[in-house]
């Protein structure tokens, strides 16, 4: 069974940078596994962050990257902003027309 | 403008049925890869099923045997039939598009919320 880890909780100042990994309980996340990131706030449907590892959806501000570091997906905001304040999930292509999504970050920003 | 709905959900008892759909507007179904993605509640997200453009499925392995994802191409209306619910089926439902570019959920709908309980 394929299971995508996140960290649990992660708090950033105001202004400051975080960055929020994805990974795989065994073995390494590359670019083939297209990962994605969703942004979702209390009773809000997802939000499309970040696909295919690094390109940002429409409308989403730069400073919102994507990447893969070491063996991991990484999101960076850069910047962060208070209304940055939201659960964040990664999703992972395992296999052709196989999703998996990591338990999701819940950012604190203060 | 691209427009996801779902309908459809409720409380049902365990071992009963529901049917969700999810209607579509700006675009059509039967060209595009869809899927549904459930959020039990205070959860994280888990894919549900996913309906190829050329009618093929796949779903997760909590759900297979029990789930079936379909759709009406006139209605232009994605559905999720699903039987023998349990509780551990609670959750809000989402129908999404598939970004073909990016194998990722591009667009999502508001999501529908079905309750397993006696």
């Known amino acids: 069974q394929t299971v995508v880890t996140q960290e649990p909780s992660f708090s950033v100042s105001p202004g400051g940078t975080v960055t929020l990994t994805c990974g795989l309980s065994s073995g390494s996340v590359s670019t083939s596994d297209y990962p994605s990131w969703y942004q979702q706030t209390p009773g809000q449907a997802p939000r499309t962050l970040i696909y295919?590892?690094?390109t940002r959806s429409s409308g989403v501000p730069d400073r919102f990257s994507g990447s893969i570091l070491g063996n991991k997906a990484a999101l960076t905001i850069t910047g962060a902003q208070a209304d940055d304040e939201s659960h964040y999930y990664c999703a992972l292509y395992i296999s052709r027309g196989f999703w998996v999504f990591g338990g999701g970050t819940k950012l604190t920003v203060l | 403008e691209v427009q996801l709905v779902e309908s459809g959900g409720g409380l049902v008892q365990p071992g009963g049925s529901l049917r969700l759909s999810c209607a579509v507007s700006g675009f059509t179904v039967n060209t595009n890869y869809l899927s549904w993605v459930r959020q039990a509640p205070g959860k994280g997200l888990q894919w549900v099923s996913l309906?190829?453009?050329?009618?093929?499925?796949n779903y997760a392995d909590s759900v297979k045997g029990r789930f079936t994802v379909s759709r009406h191409n006139s209605k232009n209306t994605l559905f999720l039939q699903m039987n023998n619910l349990r509780a551990e089926d609670t959750a809000v439902y989402y129908c999404a598009r598939i970004s073909r570019q990016g194998y990722s959920f591009e667009y999502w709908g508001q999501g529908t919320l079905v309750a397993v309980s006696s």
């Open positions: 309906l190829y453009s050329g009618g093929n499925t």
């Open positions: 295919s590892t690094h």
